[in-house]
């Protein structure tokens, strides 16, 4: 779970770096300053200008569940040439948001994605889909954190609530966030990335051929092969 406090981190005057803590208010210049020089810490997130650090990583509530998700996110990109999934990568949103999300899904920026990768290897704008495992941080994560992808422009933003069994995809329409719908079969399918299909009730309960099937059946699907095709279209010669 994030944590943050209110109090406020003046700025260093000398030649240490100070560590990050939970609850410094922070630019986000400064914030990777600190994170850069902290190794041995694995994530930190910068959110509305506070500094936020999860608590250790449970395997059933969050490992498992993100290698999982992870998984299924990597075999679409792998069978959709033009996109870049992502594992806990630290993302630019605006001079005070730098969340470090579960998982991502952006369109590659050299075929128009609405994100880039800056020069230093950091996502800066908004990816098209963002995916948080959410256990005792579900609050966080359907509050905060959608305010500020919701404001920032992510389009698709998926939250595993696991101790509630329950996964919500929202899609944002007209600046706001609404449900993506179940279709007749209980599956999600992404309006974003076409053949981005989960069927949640088997993700949930661990059945992960039935996770797969399900995305088989959407990446044979002609929306996917359409989506491929346009996205090669936009190749530079």
Do not use: C
Not at 13 to 32: M, Q, T, V, W, Y
Not at 36 to 55: C, N, R, T
Not at 196 to 212: N, S, T
């Amino acid at each position: 779970m994030a944590t943050a406090s209110s109090r406020s981190q003046p700025p260093n005057r000398g030649g240490e770096i100070p560590p990050l803590e939970p609850g410094d208010r922070l630019s986000r210049a400064e914030f990777e300053r600190r994170y850069d020089a902290m190794p041995q810490l694995k994530k930190a997130e910068l959110i509305e200008g506070v500094v936020y650090v999860p608590s250790p990583v449970r395997l059933h509530r969050h490992g498992r569940p993100h290698l999982r998700l992870i998984t299924w996110i990597g075999i679409y990109e792998g069978a959709t040439p033009g996109v870049i999934g992502g594992d806990n990568t630290s993302t630019r949103l605006d001079l005070t948001n730098e969340p470090q999300p579960d998982a991502v899904l952006l369109i590659d920026p050299a075929l128009g994605g609405q994100a880039r990768i800056s020069a230093d290897d950091y996502i800066e704008d908004a990816p098209e889909l963002v995916a948080e495992v959410a256990a005792s941080s579900v609050s966080f994560d359907l509050n905060a954190k959608l305010t500020i992808y919701r404001r920032n422009g992510v389009r698709e933003y998926l939250v595993w609530r696991v101790l509630d069994r329950q996964i919500d995809w929202f899609a944002l329409r007209r600046q706001k966030y609404v449900r993506l719908p179940l279709d007749k079969t209980g599956l999600y399918r992404s309006k974003v990335f076409p053949g981005l299909w989960l069927d949640p009730a088997a993700l949930v309960r661990g059945d992960i051929p039935a996770v797969q099937a399900a995305l088989q059946r959407g990446l044979a699907s002609r929306e996917h092969a359409a989506f491929v095709a346009g996205l090669n279209r936009r190749v530079q010669p």
